[in-house]
């Protein structure tokens, strides 16, 4: 209140400046003094003062003109003008406010009047100043956050990697609603060369419900890539969410498994719009609603990962999703609609849907962006019995050495509860993973011991007939049958084991099975799968003889031993 | 969002009205968060008739509810659900967790 002000009195009236001279000192401020407009610029910029008393009527520079440029000066600063009026001149007075002046004062000057208006000012300039330092520490905040925000970004380009959506049979797109999105696009093969794709939806938007996803690609890359199936992933992926998240957190998402080599489609759909699978013609021949609450909600127990499947012989794609697509606004706030969607696909031949959507979608939104993250996805689908691509053993680069014989031995005996439960398979694998020199015959192996597993569970303790799978209905049937059987299953076990071994100077790996079933009739099987495909190698027995050295059963086929060559994988 | 509560016999309804998203997080919670402390309620009623638009963080928001009301031996039901509303809670199977009216 008390602070020492720098006043810059400027007046070409000699009595007007004593006077106001005098009654500034007598304020307890400090004068410094211009006679007109020109000098009043040059003095405010030599001495930077912090207030102005300007008259009107000047030579050389007005008293308008001067105040005018004064306010144009750059500078943080705000510094009071108080324009000095003849008396009752409301020309002048409005001219003054005009030009930027803060105040006026009408001659003579009142004392009383001047003190008043002076620590007014004083206290506006105060404001002013509060509203700099917060506008300051604003922008600091601001720069912080945004350095923080890029290097989110780039974590979550490392994190969600996308290099599975790479593959030749995938199309997707996803449209953040903000910097981060809530939705999530992930895609994997499984060492049987099975498709995994996920599409999922967080609660909300932007950064905290990008968090949200984070966990779940980790999961279902790893997962996938040791071989567990759908139900197993999706399981994990609900206990992750529903453990690490906040209540009241969700995702929802669609998980799916394309088996091209068996013409199979699994399916687990909670809380995102229905799944499609249109035909080349653009027809739906199967949908999947939502039949599940969202991931990270029920304890595990309560929830179902079971996916459902789906059978199909003919070629055709796989369509999913986000909320954010179908509800998509244009300029007059109308929705796209799930039905605009599935017209638009279904009006071009396949190779052209997915363009041809987005090219829909980028002119319902005329431009704009979508109020909620849109991600889509779209899978080709063709039954191949020879897709073993991947079974190949792949060298890595620089590798061949193959280690000794004799030096490990893998023993797992897998009874009835567990046969129920687990996924064998991968987590057997997984330990042979570990061997450094295995790592590139993974892929085959995991098909030949999947195969045997199969063949042991489905047909050794389960008698179920695989025929039943070629005919039409068949397959449904057969799926259901699985599954009551092995529920009711009260007494079965299977053994098995993996070592290396070496015959004849060649490095093996003898693979052995044996389930406690009373056996199959496997020469007829074999009979079967040659008789009921084109190439032999797609199925069973037949695969895992193409892939192996030998195949030997004993007994009444419920003991079988496999021998694969170690000797040379191809270079990646 | 505004909402309305009405108490009768051990049974509160909570009556929302307009847009149920993120904004009104701190409205709803508040006004559960005196419900849920009254011992004399046995259920909670959420009458979502007045809501023209509901997203998943209104579900979160349910899912809290339902939680602090367990947590509190009380029940939870939705009622009056319609149009979108409806739809929402549909995809969401919400009917495995809510007495849906």
Redesign the interface.
Known sequence: MHERLKVLVVDDAEENVTLLCRFVERMGHDVVVARDGQQALDLFQAEAPDMVLMDVMMPVMNGFEATSRIKALPGRRWVPVIMLTALAQDTDLAAGLEAGADDYLTKPINMVVLQAKVKAMQRIARLQSRLAEQNEELARYHDQAEEERLIGCHIMERITATRGLDDALLRYRIFPAAQFSGDLVAAARTPGNVLHVMLADATGHGLSAALNVMPLTQVFYSMTEKGFSLASITDELNHKIKSMMPSGRFVAATLVAVNAREGVMEVWNGGTPEALFMDADGRIVRSWKSKHLPLGILSKGEFDPQPEVFQHDQPGQLFLCSDGLSEAEDVQGQQLGQDSVVRTLAAVPPQSRFDHLLQALHEHLGGRQAHDDVSMIMVDFAKDPADVAAAQAVAPVGSLSRGKPGEWRFHASIGTDQLKQLDVVPLMLNVIEQIEHMRAHISPIFLIVSELYTNALDHGLLHLDSGMKSEPGGFDQYMEQRHERLQELDDGSIELSLEQVEIGGQPLLRIWMKDSGAGFDHSAVMQRDIAGNRQAYGRGVALIRSLSQQVEYRGSGNEVTVLYSLAGAKPG | MQINISKHEGAVRMSLQGRFD?NAHREFRGSYDAVINDAEVREVEVDLGGVDYL???A???L??LK?RAAAAHKTVALSNCRGMVAQVLE????N??FNIK
């Open positions: 993120f997203d998943s963080s579900l979160g928001m899912l809290l939680e995809v969401a199977n919400f495995k967790l």
